[in-house]
Nanobody, 121 residues
Framework: QVQLVESGGGLVQPGGSLRLSCAAS????????MGWYRQPPGKQRELVAT???????NYADSVKGRSTISRDNAKNTVYLQIDSLKAEGTAVYYC???????????????WGQGTQDTVSS
């Protein structure tokens, strides 16, 4: 079993910054791609950003240029910062990790429980 625990976020003013972290624990041999997704009210879950275990990053167009995703492999943790937040940044943010468990060959697609982040004055 692998557990992903997110922290950070909450209420952020327009133009402010959102900082999230997500730590994985449990039966972990290796973590491949880590990422962040979000689900705005009444909409489908969408990609925000991903980072491979080699450090290659990918961002959604909506956050490109004002977001940074990073990871600390020693801590099994992924971070996300979004600057210049807009109202459409209001969403439940989920972290995602592709994990290989010890003793297994296949990988698992693991999700955090989600954290509500609201952009409002």
């Amino acid at each position: 079993q692998v557990q992903l625990v997110e922290s950070g976020g909450g209420l952020v003013q327009p133009g402010g910054s959102l900082r999230l972290s997500c730590a994985a624990s449990g039966n972990i041999f290796r973590i491949y791609t880590m990422g962040w997704y979000r689900q705005p009210p009444g909409k489908q879950r969408e990609l925000v950003a991903t980072i491979t275990n080699g450090g290659n990053t990918n961002y959604a167009d909506s956050v490109k240029g004002r977001s940074t995703i990073s990871r600390d492999n020693a801590k099994n943790t992924v971070y996300l910062q979004i600057d210049s937040l807009k109202a459409e940044g209001t969403a439940v943010y989920y972290c995602n990790m592709i994990v290989r468990n010890r003793g297994y060959v296949n990988t698992r697609n693991c999700w955090g429980q989600g954290t509500q982040d609201t952009v409002s004055s």
